[in-house]
T-cell receptor, first 117, second 111 residues
């Protein structure tokens, strides 16, 4: 079974621009979660989508948004980029169902390394 | 947001030694997960724990779900160079709440 894929792997943008990152989950997984990883803050939760609906949201400004399509693929968008947005953006997929021992085990993609200049 | 206290932050050990690391939280968790991350890659799930007191192994790795449900431990026996990386714990309070991650333990193995 193919793993989680993320595109692009690397991205360089300048302040004020916007960016869209893509994530394709493991086949059959309906939940996609997004994280921002930086050396100082570790893995910070952005949001989770399940069946095209945002189910959970972290403490990030409204410049960070996402969506999920009917095939469970997800995108996240960051508008008006700031230098501090430079980070590794990870997505993770899971079955996402309530109950069941393994339904919330999250499997990560390789990440998108975003550099804001 | 809420974070787990993971320790130690880093470790330097000799090949063949055993390693122990742990995570503690002020909240009770229903699920504990342990991940390993190699440079330039996403975290890889190592072990999942679902019940207080549960002890689960994956090869040379063994993890335990603390009895208080506020902590978890990961042990690596007979370390080898490919064990190098950052190990993260993650906890979930209930149902479909988001995972909360520790800041990681960076492991270095000296051959």
């Amino acid at each position: 079974k193919a793993g989680v894929t993320q595109t692009p792997r690397y991205l360089i943008k300048t302040r004020g621009q916007q960016v869209t990152l893509s994530c394709s989950p493991i086949s059959g997984h309906r939940s996609v979660s997004w994280y921002q990883q930086t050396p100082g803050q570790g893995l910070q939760f952005l949001f989770e989508y399940f069946s095209e609906t945002q189910r959970n949201k972290g403490n990030f400004p409204g410049r960070f948004s996402g969506r999920q399509f009917s095939n469970s693929r997800s995108e996240m968008n960051v508008s008006t980029l700031e230098l501090g947005d430079s980070a590794l953006y990870l997505c993770a997929s899971s079955l996402g169902l309530t109950g069941g021992r393994s339904s919330n085990e999250q499997f990560f993609g390789p990440g998108t390394r975003l550099t804001v200049l | 947001g809420q974070q787990l206290n993971q320790s130690p932050q880093s470790m330097f050990i000799q090949e063949g030694e055993d390693v122990s690391m742990n995570c503690t939280s002020s909240s009770i968790f229903n699920t504990w997960l342990w991940y390993k991350q190699d440079p330039g890659e996403g975290p890889v799930l190592l072990i999942a724990l679902y019940k207080a007191g549960e002890l689960t192994s994956n090869g040379r790795l063994t993890a335990q779900f603390g009895i208080t449900r506020k902590d978890s431990f990961l042990n690596i026996s007979a370390s080898i160079p490919s064990d190098v990386g950052i190990y993260f714990c993650a906890g979930q309070t209930s149902g479909n709440t988001p995972l909360v991650f520790g800041k990681g333990t960076r492991l270095s193995v000296i051959a």
